[in-house]
Nanobody, 117 residues
Framework: QVQLVESGGGLVQAGGSLRVSCTAS????????MGWYRQAPGKQRELVAI???????NYADSVKGRFTLSRDTAKSTVYLEMGSLKPEDTAVYYC???????????WGQGTQVTVSS
């Protein structure tokens, strides 16, 4: 099993920056991909950014050039630096990881990011 604990998030004005972090614990050696999804009210959960086991990163088109995903392997932590935030970035941000071979997903509890206009 893998446990994901998020930190960060909060309220920020449009144009501002924020960082969220996610630390994995438990059987971390089974983790394949790790990253972030978000869900805005009334919308489906969507991928924000993800890093593969090999270090390749993928970003949603809507955040490219504004958000940066990074990983500290020694701390089993991924960071999402969010810049030039827009009101449409307002959502609950969920940390995500999946298991090698089976792709079983693991989710954090979610952290609220609110961008005011």
């Amino acid at each position: 099993q893998v446990q994901l604990v998020e930190s960060g998030g909060g309220l920020v004005q449009a144009g501002g920056s924020l960082r969220v972090s996610c630390t994995a614990s438990g059987n971390i050696f089974i983790i394949n991909n790790m990253g972030w999804y978000r869900q805005a009210p009334g919308k489906q959960r969507e991928l924000v950014a993800i890093i593969t086991r090999g270090g390749n990163m993928n970003y949603a088109d809507s955040v490219k050039g504004r958000f940066t995903l990074s990983r500290d392997t020694a701390k089993s932590t991924v960071y999402l630096e969010m810049g030039s935030l827009k009101p449409e970035d307002t959502a609950v941000y969920y940390c995500y990881a999946d298991r090698v071979v089976t792709a079983i997903p693991y989710w954090g509890q979610g952290t609220q990011v609110t961008v005011s206009s």
